[in-house]
């Protein structure tokens, strides 16, 4: 069965395409991209058409993993009905993407850090300039939800 996860931040130029990169990553790491479709979009439309911010980039690329050809898209109500979850960075994101597809009646809705054990949100370095620590939060959001999809389900 295939796992559809969309990540989902602001402009989709940091946050939600570090997370689908760094997804994409572990699964193929674990063999397992039969088993998912990855993709990421924003709340808003202001950076639509827009390639993925270039300290964003560099930090994925220190990692040896490259996000060329990504632009920036708007999430739809579509998506709701095309993904399974609908992984957001930060409780802006939640309230917006709920305003975007209307009720979360299938309980789609998530904030990446939850499968954490310290929870939280994944702050924005758009305005923290903070990659570094951007990184390692979906870093390890990505696992715990990479391990949380893929335990006792092999």
Partial sequence: ????????????????????FIMK??????HQEHRFMIASAATSTEELGNPVYPPARRKLLEH??????????????QDYREYDLLIVM???NMKNA????GNDTDNKLHLLM???AQGGTVSD????????????????GCQALFEYLTHDRA
């Fill in 98 to 101: 709920k305003r975007i597809i």
């Fill in 64 to 77: 040896g993993l490259s996000c060329d050809g990504k632009t920036a898209r708007q999430m739809t109500p």
């Fill in 25 to 30: 990553d572990i699964v193929r790491r674990h």
């Fill in 1 to 20: 069965m295939m796992i559809k996860i969309l990540f989902i931040c602001h402009g989709n130029i940091c946050r939600s395409p570090m997370a689908e």
């Fill in 125 to 140: 370095p758009w305005y923290t300039r903070d990659f570094d620590k951007a990184y390692t939060d979906i870093l390890q």
């Fill in 114 to 116: 939850e499968y954490t």
């Fill in 90 to 92: 930060d409780n802006n």
